[in-house]
């Protein structure tokens, strides 16, 4: 069974940064041919997606939401079985309980939660104004 830790949430003022990890106890050619998502849900809102990798066969392609665009960054390495998520720019909107996922069977750009079988528990990212 494979687990996921997320971690690097914290308090952060707009404009800042903060890098987010998410370990995954698995094993290297699950993790590597699987596609890795990023998630988030703030307070009275519906989870959304963020971002996503691909696993190996597509190349690691990656996806992002608008609203993070040219903003946040999502990266991976296999030998780690970790994934990151590099957000800049912080705004108060980015304010939420961000997942990671995994979606084993995918390797592309997938972008809806029902298609990720794992969670991990959520860190929490919250910008001040």
């Known amino acids: 069974q494979v687990h996921l830790v997320e971690s690097g949430g914290g308090l952060v003022q707009t404009g800042g940064s903060l890098r987010l990890s998410c370990a995954a106890s698995?094993?290297?050619?699950?993790?590597?041919?699987?596609?890795l998502g990023w998630f988030r849900q703030a307070p009275g809102k519906e989870r959304e997606f963020v971002a996503v990798?691909?696993?190996?066969?597509?190349?690691?392609?990656?996806a992002y939401a608008d609203n993070v665009k040219g903003r946040f960054t999502v990266s991976r390495d296999n030998a780690k079985v970790t994934a990151y998520l590099a957000m800049n720019n912080l705004i108060p909107d980015d304010t939420a309980v961000y997942y990671c996922?995994?979606?084993?069977?995918?390797?592309?750009?997938?972008?809806?939660?029902?298609?990720?079988?794992?969670w991990g528990q959520g860190t929490q990212v919250t910008v001040s104004s």
């Open positions: 996922a995994l979606a084993q069977g995918y390797e592309g750009a997938v972008k809806l939660h029902w298609q990720y079988d794992t």
């Open positions: 990798i691909g696993g190996n066969w597509s190349g690691g392609v990656t």
């Open positions: 698995a094993s290297g050619g699950t993790f590597s041919s699987s596609s």
